[in-house]
C-alpha cells in the first residue's frame, strides 16, 4: 500500500507542474486581460454510483456542502475545490438486515459514510450573453470516513456478532472530480450557479471495507430466526475494496472578486442606444447594427454615446431605395462619432438642480457628418415625410439644419413640425430659414408652408380655444427621453428631476422611457431643457388626452 502511495503522490505532483506551467502560459497569452478571483458557494445533494452504490455498501443519498476559489486569467482558470458531503447508512443497514435475517431491531450504533475533500485543477469558462457555461477538472486528497455498522444478539446471557460492517481504509485517499457549471449571472459580480460534479477515486485509490457476519438461515422456513439458527450457523468473514463514486448536483452564488460593476447608462452603451419611435409606423427600426446590410466591418461601440451617428444609420437602412450603404462610408462614419471628444456640458443658470449638473460629463457629440454620410441622412428624412412618418423625419432634419450644404433641410424641419401640429414651434423654425434662405424658389416654398400652417391651426391639439374641445378633456404632458428594448433600466442622474415610468409601445416591441407627469406645459418644457442638457439629446415632451397620446412637442434640440 505504501508503494502504491508512492507512486499516487508522484502522479499528483505532477499533475501539479503540468497545470501551473499551463496557467504561466495563459498568463503570458491574456496578459492584457482582466484578471480576477471567482468564489463559489452552493449545497445540494450526493448520490452513490457505480459499486459505491451496491446494497452490501449501505450508502443512500445524502448531502454536500462544497466552496471554490479560483483565479481567473480571461476564460481559463486555476482554483482549489473543498467539500464535505455525507451519505447515511440507517435505512440501508435496516432493510439489509430484516431481509437477511427477518429482524427489525432498532440498532444505536448506526453511522452515515462522510467524505471531506479539497482539490486543485483548471477550469475553462466562456459565456452567451448573461448566461455562463464553465468545465473543470480538479485532483486532490480526500478524507473518507468508513461507517462502523453492527447487529449483535443475545443468547444465554451472552452477546454475539451476527453481522457487522466497518473499514480499515488511511484516512486521506487520493480523489479527483469532473463536472459542469452553468450559472445566470444577475450582474457582473454575481451569478446563480447550477452545478453537476462527478466525484471519485476511482484509478487513484480504493476503499478497503471489512464485513463479518453469520450465514444463519431460516431453515424450516417459518418466518422466524430462532435461536439455535443463530447458533448453528457459521461465522464468516469478507474483506474487499471499492472506488467510492458520487454524482453531486447543487446550486449556489458566485461572486466575482475584483471584477467591475457594469455602468450605469450616464455614457450608454451600443445595448441602450435610443431608437426611433414612431406611432405610425409598425415595423421595429432595429437597434441592433449586426442585422444591417453591409455592417459587418463596423467596429463594435463600446462606453460610446453615438444617439445620434448610430440612429442615423439605421434610419437610413429603413427605406429598400437607400439601404444599399458602402462598408467603407459607414465604418467612417462611426468612427468619426466614435473619436469624438467627450463634451462637459455645465449646468446653465436657467436649470434649478444646478448643484446635480456641475462638474459632470456627458457624451453629446455635434452632428457634423461627412458629404456622403449628409446625403443618405438628408434622403432618409425626405423618404420619412413621403410616408407622412414625420416623427421619425424631424430628427433626420433636425440633424441638418447647420449645414450650409443643405438649406432646404431647416425648411424641412419646420414643414415636419406643422404636419405633427406643432404650430408654434413650426412658425419660428420657418421664421429662422426664411431669414437666411435666398434661393429662387423662396416664393414657392413660403405659400407651401403657408398652406401646411393653416391646416395646423385648424387642429384641436394645438388649438385651446376651439370649440370642438370640451372642458371634460384632461390632458396632461410627459418627457419621452429614450426608447429602447430592455424594461428595467435604471437612470439615476435622470431621477432628481422626475419619476421615470416605462411604456410598452407593441408596435415596436420597445419600451418607451418617460418622466413626469405635468399638468402645464410650461413645466415640461422646463425640465425637457435640463434632460437635453444632460445629454438625451432627442428628448420631446408628449401630450396626452384623456391618458391617450395624441401629440409630440419640441424635437428640435436646445
Known amino acids: 500500500m505504501s508503494i502504491n502511495n508512492s507512486i499516487l503522490k508522484q502522479r499528483f505532483s505532477q499533475f501539479l507542474i503540468a497545470i501551473l506551467l499551463i496557467l504561466i502560459a495563459q498568463q503570458g497569452l491574456e496578459a492584457q486581460s482582466k484578471n480576477h478571483l471567482r468564489l463559489t458557494l452552493g449545497a445540494g445533494i450526493s448520490q452513490p454510483h457505480r459499486e459505491f452504490n451496491a446494497t452490501n455498501m449501505f450508502a443512500q443519498r445524502g448531502v454536500l456542502y462544497n466552496g471554490s476559489l479560483d483565479y481567473f486569467i480571461n476564460k481559463f482558470g486555476i482554483g482549489i475545490d473543498v467539500g464535505y458531503f455525507t451519505n447515511d447508512t440507517k435505512t440501508a443497514f435496516q432493510d439489509f438486515i430484516h431481509t437477511r435475517y427477518l429482524n427489525s431491531t432498532e440498532f444505536p450504533n448506526m453511522n452515515r459514510w462522510e467524505t471531506k475533500y479539497a482539490l486543485l485543477g483548471p477550469t475553462y469558462n466562456f459565456n452567451i450573453k448573461r448566461f455562463q457555461i464553465g468545465i473543470f477538472v480538479k485532483a486532490g486528497y480526500s478524507q473518507i470516513s468508513v461507517p462502523q455498522l453492527g447487529f449483535n444478539r443475545a443468547f ?15 484516512d486521506y485517499q487520493m480523489a479527483w472530480m469532473g463536472g459542469i457549471n452553468l450559472g445566470f449571472k444577475v450582474n457582473n459580480w454575481l451569478a ?98 449586426s442585422n444591417v ?32 450603404i458602402n462598408n467603407d462610408v459607414l465604418s467612417e462614419i462611426v468612427k468619426e462619432e466614435v473619436n469624438k471628444p467627450i463634451i462637459n456640458i455645465a449646468a446653465a443658470d436657467s436649470v434649478n438642480n444646478k448643484s446635480d449638473l456641475d462638474d459632470k460629463k456627458f457624451d453629446a457629440p455635434e452632428s457634423k457628418y461627412d458629404e456622403e454620410a449628409a446625403g443618405l441622412l438628408y434622403k432618409a428624412g425626405e423618404s420619412f415625410f413621403a410616408t407622412n412618418d414625420f416623427e421619425s423625419a424631424i430628427p433626420c432634419f433636425n440633424k441638418l439644419k447647420a449645414n450650409p450644404q443643405y438649406p432646404r433641410a431647416a425648411y424641412m424641419f419646420a ?30 416654398l413660403a405659400i407651401i408652408f403657408a398652406s401646411q400652417l393653416e391646416r395646423c391651426k385648424d387642429k384641436p391639439s394645438e388649438n385651446l380655444n376651439n370649440n370642438i374641445k370640451t372642458s371634460s378633456v384632461t390632458k396632461k404632458y410627459t418627457i419621452q427621453f429614450i426608447a429602447i428594448k ?50 438625451f439629446r ?18 428640435f434640440v436646445k
Not at 193 to 200: A, K, N, P
Not at 543 to 553: A, C, G, P, Q, S
Open 156 to 170: 444465554f446471557g451472552q452477546t454475539y456478532n451476527v453481522y457487522q460492517f466497518y473499514g480499515d481504509t488511511p
Open 192 to 289: 446563480i450557479i447550477g452545478r453537476t460534479s462527478y466525484f471519485t477515486t476511482s484509478y487513484l485509490s480504493k476503499i478497503d471495507h471489512t464485513t463479518v457476519y453469520r450465514d444463519a438461515t431460516d431453515s424450516n422456513r417459518n418466518n422466524i430466526m430462532e435461536d439455535n439458527e443463530y447458533l448453528e450457523s457459521r461465522k464468516k468473514t469478507s474483506s474487499g475494496s471499492i472506488a467510492l463514486t458520487t454524482i453531486n448536483p447543487t446550486i449556489g452564488i458566485q461572486i466575482s472578486l475584483g471584477k467591475s460593476d457594469t455602468k450605469t447608462p450616464t455614457s450608454m452603451t451600443s445595448e441602450l442606444l435610443p431608437i426611433m419611435d414612431s406611432t405610425t409606423d409598425s415595423e421595429l427600426v432595429d437597434t441592433d447594427l
Open 293 to 324: 446590410q453591409g455592417m459587418d466591418t463596423i467596429p463594435e461601440l463600446v462606453d460610446q454615446v453615438v444617439y445620434e451617428s448610430k440612429e442615423d444609420l439605421v434610419i437610413a437602412t429603413k427605406n429598400d431605395s437607400i439601404s444599399t
Open 415 to 444: 414643414l415636419s413640425m406643422s404636419a405633427m401640429g406643432n404650430c408654434a414651434e413650426a412658425k419660428s423654425e420657418y421664421d429662422k430659414f426664411n431669414a437666411d434662405y435666398s434661393g429662387e424658389d423662396k416664393r414657392t
Open 486 to 535: 430592455k424594461p428595467n433600466q435604471s437612470f439615476p442622474n435622470l431621477s432628481s428631476i422626475g419619476n421615470i415610468e416605462t411604456e410598452f409601445f407593441p408596435n415596436k416591441s420597445v419600451y418607451r422611457y418617460v418622466l413626469g407627469e405635468y399638468s402645464d406645459l410650461k413645466s415640461a418644457r422646463a425640465d425637457a431643457d435640463k434632460v437635453k442638457k444632460m445629454g
Open 538 to 555: 432627442d428628448a420631446f415632451i408628449a401630450e396626452y388626452e384623456d391618458d391617450k397620446r395624441v401629440n409630440t412637442l419640441d424635437h
